[in-house]
């Protein structure tokens, strides 16, 4: 837990650095100007790094998403992405407050190169932003918003890189230039990676089907394993509640997130557990043995760390579940003395996954399974929803009895927004800290 809350401090020391650096360098850099014309320059350097920080955040660095966890990258992506539009807008009126005259640069007819750049990047900005605000305008097409907001954030880095270009005085310092000559070339190495290494060079990241092994109607686990199988490296190492990406060519268009399911001691062999609820997830559950599956992972921080934790409460619904398989598997793979507590929130018995082999691990570890069912029958004699304070204590019990002990514990919860909801407000109640808890949701750029 201190190494990681020692790589997180250093890795917001390098966001706030990047963000707020080549602004600052030029305060103090700079000979006197008037007010709004300093403004100017500063707003708008803040609003490039800003640019340049959002774009970089999301692209899959593993370290990052293993520090920081995916959900607070993405949150603070888009927070970026709204500090970029609010910089760009006091940018363009302390430009017309040094100038009235310089409203003209927006007649693209008449106006000089490094005008037309910045209308250029301020429009692609807000068609950004707008479909950034209302994914909804698109309905549920995702594949198409998400290559659509690739686009335009493409263009606006493009355009934006280019007024600047054109200014060429924020260049020209022999401080403030070379950050941001850094930036740049920072920002090509990281999109070279996500774009071109791993969607075309690293053969790594092929697997093929071992086999599709159906759990229950609407869900089946893909089993997979690499290509190179007897390279050095070859297979997904992973720590157990991770994620990766699937796609089934090489340069697809089309990708989805799934969390490994399978023990993390064994990396010839990940398993993926997939509710066919689309057209892609179909496609997975129907794919033939021998057929190839690209994989590019693993990322996030839905992880338990052994040496910090006296032991692991988890909630999950439907295939929220997989990432407490993947937990509960590697824990049996390694004798894990510590107390885990499962708590499966479902519709009814046949959502119920994994019960004979969570049978058979109850065994092995220090494991109790709580069901709890929605619309239960009449014969059933286990719990019943919702998932509240009282529920969790009886979990609890034998585990602490006081906040103290129950903030040794870490807690793991996955599925709905609702689930989510109920567990937070219990936990909350019971007195658990919140660096004690963990989510893990997908609503990826």
Do not use: K
Request: charged share 20%; hydrophobic share 50%; with cysteine.
């Amino acid at each position: 837990m201190e190494r990681r809350t020692l790589a997180r401090a250093g890795w917001t020391a390098v966001l706030i650095t990047a963000l707020a650096g080549p602004a600052l360098i030029w305060l103090v850099r700079s000979e006197p100007l008037s007010l709004w014309r300093q403004l100017s320059i500063v707003t708008g350097l803040v609003a490039l790094s800003a640019m340049v920080c959002a774009a970089v955040l999301p692209s899959r660095l593993r370290s990052v998403t293993r520090v920081l966890g995916i959900e607070n990258v993405i949150g603070v992506h888009r927070q970026l992405g709204m500090l970029t539009g609010l910089f760009v807008a006091l940018h363009l009126a302390c430009v017309v407050a040094a100038d009235p005259a310089q409203v003209a640069l927006l007649d693209v007819t008449t106006a000089p190169g490094r005008a037309r750049a910045a209308v250029a990047g301020v429009v692609t900005l807000s068609v950004l932003l707008a479909l950034a605000l209302n994914r909804t305008w698109l309905g549920s097409r995702y594949e198409l918003w998400r290559w659509l907001h690739l686009l335009f954030a493409a263009a606006a880095l493009g355009a934006s890189a280019l007024h600047t270009l054109l200014l060429g005085h924020v260049l020209a310092d022999p401080i403030v230039g070379p950050m941001l000559v850094a930036l740049g070339c920072a920002l090509l190495i990281v999109l070279g990676q996500r774009w071109v290494w791993r969607s075309w060079l690293d053969e790594s990241s092929e697997f093929v089907v071992r086999e599709v092994r159906p759990e229950n109607r609407s869900v089946s686990t893909l089993v997979l394993e690499p290509r190179a199988r007897h390279a050095p490296s070859a297979g997904l190492h992973f720590a157990p509640g991770q994620f990766a990406w699937l796609r089934l060519h090489r340069a697809a268009v089309e990708e989805h997130p799934f969390t490994i399911a399978s023990g993390a001691h064994d990396p010839t062999r990940a398993e993926f557990t997939i509710r066919h609820t689309g057209d892609f997830t179909a496609t997975l559950g129907a794919l033939r043995p021998g057929s190839p599956v690209w994989v590019d992972g693993p990322y996030g921080a839905f992880t338990s760390d052994p040496a910090t934790s006296a032991g692991v409460v988890m909630i999950a619904s439907g295939v929220g579940i997989t990432p407490m398989m993947s937990m509960l598997r590697t824990a049996g793979q390694c004798g894990d003395p510590r107390p885990f507590r499962l708590v499966v929130l479902a519709r009814d018995g046949g959502e119920l996954l994994f019960r004979d082999e969570l049978t058979v691990l109850h065994e092995e570890l220090d494991l109790e399974v709580t069901e709890v069912l929605r619309r239960p029958p009449p014969d059933w004699t286990g719990a019943t929803g919702p998932i509240d304070v009282g529920l969790l204590t009886a979990v609890l019990a034998g585990l602490g009895h006081d906040d103290r002990d129950r903030n040794r514990l870490d807690y793991f919860i996955c599925g709905s927004p609702s689930l989510l909801g109920d567990v937070l407000d219990a936990l909350g109640a019971l007195g658990v800290a919140d660096e004690r808890i963990h989510t893990e949701q997908f609503d990826m750029v």
